[in-house]
């Protein structure tokens, strides 16, 4: 049963097996585990409940009903913009589906740092496999690649640098190219419509426009959480709520979670290491109209610079990021582009013509979430030290990409207004580019807030998920992760979250034991 808090006219109060809060890649993944074996699930979301109906192919729309702040979050100084969903379903609402397995490389590094054994591939891939089945997940068929994709692809070949299309979560796709503000087709598999369902209509009830915000532990054991049940439109409290429940699990992304945690505990494992996966947006400009909107965003990925190379002394000399083909629309293209008056209705005229490629960095130096004296959740995060080096990097090559692809121009949409006509102009392109709010910078891949792992002075939860210092308390998000995945995350959430699940059934029993 899905229980629309904005409709709510009385408190509720209620008892479950498992409490989840969020809805999204992990709390829909985990949800779905424990209501198929027999659990009481209830799940909790701050965000709305909305259909395919409802999903107007408007940015705007999306913007104000499931955009986190209404699309507007950004970090204290404003120079990283965060993007993600509030809604049934989470940030896969939004997302756009490219759902790649973590390499194993990086789950070595994460056993190696952070004692997390169990992370092989040959304990994770059954719950991959699952999944991949569930989602319909599948390598992007030829048909769905739009003539940036093509454009992006056909530079990568003359160049020899190595691409791919991407594993994608969509059956029977239309290709009508607007992913990102919801799919009207039910064609993309998010946890809306594949995780949720088997929860709702299985026993559990899902409960939106319900924000926790109180975590109960007695005896240093949670019991449960409290919260507000919203009106959608006005955000004015119709009604408290209180779950009580034998296992709690925190799935409201690496913002959701940590805010939820710093407000509650005093760990100061949390908030401290907050990854993003810095995306940083290149344009080109083909002089004919190409139709890059149709299709997916994303069906075709770079893959040849994930690693870093350094140099004989051991200095960095390239790569730490895949680049994943973009497509924009038309007022978020605007706010990107750091052009103004004459030069940017210029620009944007030329929307139409215009390929893309976004960067994914695989980030050094995480950031840090808090919550300031005035009860507000802030982040703060800075592109540095080699960093720095792998975002010029990644402008570079994308650069030359585009004009092996025959673009005519290539824009670097910095305050400098760096534009790129021939291989030469390509060593203009430097650190004073991504310097901060030089340039527009995202991150949409939130992760790493309430880390497992085995030091319980470096990390929320132990490997179980379990948090170290609260029994019963589990994380199970893209928060749980102890570091960037280099890869889109979501995949690697969702089989993180199906392990968890696994494990807290073996442990707890049905009924929460
Ligand atoms: C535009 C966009 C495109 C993307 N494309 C891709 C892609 O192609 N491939 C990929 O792998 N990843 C992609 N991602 C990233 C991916 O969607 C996320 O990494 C992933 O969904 C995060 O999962 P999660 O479970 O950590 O959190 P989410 O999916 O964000 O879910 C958390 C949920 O918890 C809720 N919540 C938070 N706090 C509370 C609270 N106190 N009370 C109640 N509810 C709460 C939130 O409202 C939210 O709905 C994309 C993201 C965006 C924004």
């Not at 809060?21 to 409940?49: H, I, P, Q």
């Not at 401290?272 to 299709?295: E, K, L, M, Q, T």
Request: with cysteine.
């Amino acid at each position: 049963m899905i229980i629309q808090g904005t409709n709510a006219s009385a408190d509720v109060r209620e008892r479950a097996d498992v409490v989840i809060v969020g809805t999204g890649s992990g709390g829909g993944t985990l949800g779905a585990y424990l209501a198929e074996r027999g659990w009481d699930v209830v799940m909790v979301e701050r965000g709305g409940f909305f259909r395919a109906e409802d999903f107007s192919q408007r940015e705007e729309d999306a913007m104000a009903d499931f955009n986190g702040r209404r699309g507007l979050d950004t970090t204290v100084d404003n120079a990283v913009f965060l993007n993600y969903a509030q809604a049934v379903g989470g940030s896969t609402v939004h997302y756009w589906g490219d759902s790649f397995r973590p390499p194993p490389d990086r789950l070595e590094r994460w056993r190696a740092e952070h004692g997390l054994d169990w992370m092989t591939p040959a304990e994770l891939d059954p719950h991959f496999e699952a999944i991949e089945t569930e989602l319909g997940i599948h390598v992007t068929p030829e048909t769905l690649l739009n003539e940036n994709n093509r454009l992006v692809r056909e530079g990568c070949e003359k160049l020899g640098i190595e691409g791919a299309k991407p594993p994608t979560a969509r059956v029977d796709c239309l290709g009508c190219g607007w992913t990102q503000f919801g799919c009207p087709y039910n064609a993309k598999t998010s946890q809306l419509i594949t995780t949720i369902p088997r929860v709702s209509t299985g026993g559990g009830r899902v409960y939106s426009d319900a924000r926790v915000d109180v975590l109960h532990i007695e005896d240093g054991r949670a019991t449960g959480v409290e919260g507000e049940l919203t009106a959608r439109d006005s955000g004015e409290v119709r009604a408290r709520f209180r779950i009580d429940a034998d296992v709690v699990v925190l799935a409201g992304g690496a913002l959701g979670t940590a805010e939820l945690l710093l407000r509650n505990i005093e760990d100061d494992t949390v908030g401290r290491r907050f990854y993003i996966n810095p995306h940083y947006f290149v344009w080109a400009d083909f002089g004919r109209r190409i139709d890059n909107v149709s299709g997916i965003p994303c069906a075709y990925v770079v893959h040849e610079y994930r690693q870093v190379r350094t140099d004989e002394r051991g200095r960095y000399a390239g790569g730490g990021y895949i680049m994943l083909s973009n497509h924009q629309s038309p007022g978020i293209t605007a706010a990107m582009l750091s052009s103004v008056g004459a030069d940017h209705t210029d620009r944007m005229k030329r929307w139409h013509q215009l390929g893309s490629v976004m960067s994914v960095i695989d980030e050094e130096h995480p950031g840090r979430i808090f919550v300031g004296k005035d009860g507000i959740r802030r982040t703060e995060y800075n592109v540095e030290g080699v960093d720095q080096l792998k975002a010029v990097d990644y402008l570079k090559q994308a650069s030359r990409i585009f004009l092996a692809a025959g673009a005519e121009e290539v824009w670097v949409p910095d305050v400098y207004g760096t534009i790129i006509r021939t291989e030469r102009d390509i060593d203009e392109i430097g650190v004073r580019s991504v310097q901060p709010n030089a340039q527009f910078c995202a991150g949409s891949h939130l992760m790493g807030t309430a880390p497992l792992g085995t030091n319980p002075a470096d990390s929320f939860a132990g490997p179980t998920g379990e948090a170290h210092r609260v029994r019963g308390l589990y994380v199970a998000d893209g928060a749980a992760l102890p570091g960037s995945v280099s890869v889109d995350p979501s995949l690697t959430i969702m089989g993180v979250a199906r392990w968890i699940a696994a494990g807290i059934h073996e442990r707890h029993g049905r009924a929460g034991g």
